[in-house]
């Protein structure tokens, strides 16, 4: 995730990213220059029609363009709800380990140090092996897992967030019936414990269900048939200055759509993706300070 400061303008116009997206739509803005040359050349040079011969007309691409603009306005909307939700819930993630965190370490006394260490490894477990499993695939080398069995069990399985759960309600269940924890206690480490598998399987939802297909498809199809007209009607008014002016054109359109995808999978390690290594990191440091 870019950090930036939202006060500085020069910073924000000369920022480095600006030189990613350049990159990234490098093979379409090619495409576009060279399409608007020869488009260029074509009607002035070779064919050489005069204006009343050839005329090009704006106005229908500057009422496409509002027509264009709302669906863009749309497809941006949507891609930023989804990347705001995985925002909140892992916010949530965040206050429900601290919360089960302070709940252990005012039921845990010091007599109970193995107990509190347990914990402490392996609610930042659960938060990795989640981190990873929104993305391609948990890391086994990432965890800290303190027992052998329960780490040879985690490799066989293919959801390890939920085998790493099922670990804690396990353990806590088990102090439950060791007389460690009341009932009332069992009830109240529930609810933080149930919040970890209802916040993950949000986070699922947002990651297997893209913008529907179609609706990209015809996003995608609409901007490039936009784009690839534009010559026509500008070169009659601008004659070569089309170029650029299509050029930019196409940078904004392009660099909107850029960003919508982008976002769209916020767990992801795109630049705007959130940033979950760094709040993985900050959890595990919270659990640690809190059991020390």
Known sequence: MVKYNPKAWIGLVFHAYSSHVIKTLWPMLSFMVAFAALVCYLILDFFKLQPHEFQGS??????????????????TNSAYERWWEGRKMWGGIV?????????LNAYLGTEHQSEREWFS???????????????????????????????????LVKHKPNKISSGLYKRVNQLYLNKTFTGDQLINLDKELKDFIDIIGACERIKSTPIPYSYSMFIKKFIFIYLVTLPFGFVSTFGYVTIPIVILISFILLSVELIAEEIEDPFGKDVNDLPTDELAGRIKDNIKEILA
């Open 121 to 155: 490894r392996m609610i930042p477990n659960f938060v990795f092996a989640m981190k990873e499993h929104l993305r391609s695939g948990v890391m086994i080398g990432e965890l800290d897992i303190p027992e052998k069995e329960f780490f040879d069990e985690l490799k």
């Open 58 to 75: 704006t106005t229908v691409h500057s009422l496409l363009g509002i027509v264009l603009g709302l669906f863009l306005v749309f497809r």
């Open 95 to 103: 206050n429900s380990t601290r919360n089960l965190a302070l709940k």
